[in-house]
């Protein structure tokens, strides 16, 4: 069993439509969570970032973590075609030397115009 | 400001040769990582490098080494090629380290192995 799980979609909706991508994580050392956008022959982009549990915002953009359920999730409001790429989640341990990333398989996102 | 620079940005090679890769890190960023990203895999953490030292490796057998220079770009190095190599290797680099999730990936070196 993967430490990180993800569903590799594809996941295709409408333009406009709400988005909700999610992880779930087996290792409780997990601090750092992180969503990551990779459009195709590119390197990942850094989404959204936080620490422990709770909610982010930023812009069209929300993450949740709850790591009582070891879950986390990334939502996207009024999606648009440019959404369409790739996103990964990833997690990293704190105070334990174990400097990497470990990263989910991602979910191919489409948004139809 | 320039980002993340790798080279070469797509090769082929045959079995059993080697291979070398490097990346140039944002300028101030002394933290260099490597992944390998592969389709049935997904990215998979290689090694990172801070002020020239390796802080952390992946599990990836020792064909799979690295360096930092001085001027904190980096090269990873592939010997004895096998096919399951054929991957995109992906460069990071974060101004202090990365266990904050910090990074900033290059755009990749895609490798082919025949």
């Known amino acids: 069993q993967k430490e990180v799980e993800q569903d590799p979609g594809p996941l295709s909706v409408p333009e406009g439509a709400i988005v909700s991508l999610n992880c779930t994580y087996s290792?409780?050392?997990?601090?750092?969570f992180m969503w990551y956008r990779q459009y195709s022959r590119k390197g990942p982009e850094l989404l959204m970032y936080?620490?422990?549990?709770g909610n982010k915002e930023d812009g069209r953009f929300t993450a949740q973590v709850d790591k009582s359920s070891k879950y986390i999730s990334l939502f996207i409001r009024d999606s648009q075609p440019s959404d369409s790429a790739t996103y990964l989640c990833?997690?990293?341990?704190?105070?334990?030397?174990?400097?990497?990333?470990?990263f989910g398989s991602g979910t191919r996102l489409q948004v139809q115009p | 400001k320039a980002g993340v620079t790798q080279t070469p940005r797509y090769l082929i090679k045959t079995r059993g040769q080697q291979v070398t890769l490097s990346c140039s890190p944002i300028s101030g960023h002394r933290s260099v990582s490597w992944y390998q990203q592969t389709p049935g895999q997904g990215l998979q953490f290689l090694f990172e490098y801070f002020s020239e030292t390796q802080r952390n490796k992946g599990n990836f057998p020792g064909r799979f080494s690295g360096r930092q220079f001085s001027n904190s770009r980096s090269e990873m190095n592939v010997s004895t090629l096998e096919l399951g190599d054929s991957a995109l290797y992906l460069c990071?680099?974060?101004?202090?380290?990365?266990?904050?999730?910090?990074?900033?990936f290059g755009e990749g070196s895609r490798l082919t192995v025949l």
């Open positions: 936080t620490y422990s549990s």
């Open positions: 990071a680099s974060s101004r202090t380290g990365g266990e904050t999730g910090e990074l900033f």
């Open positions: 990833a997690m990293s341990e704190r105070d334990t030397g174990r400097r990497a990333l470990t």
């Open positions: 290792n409780s050392a997990f601090q750092y």
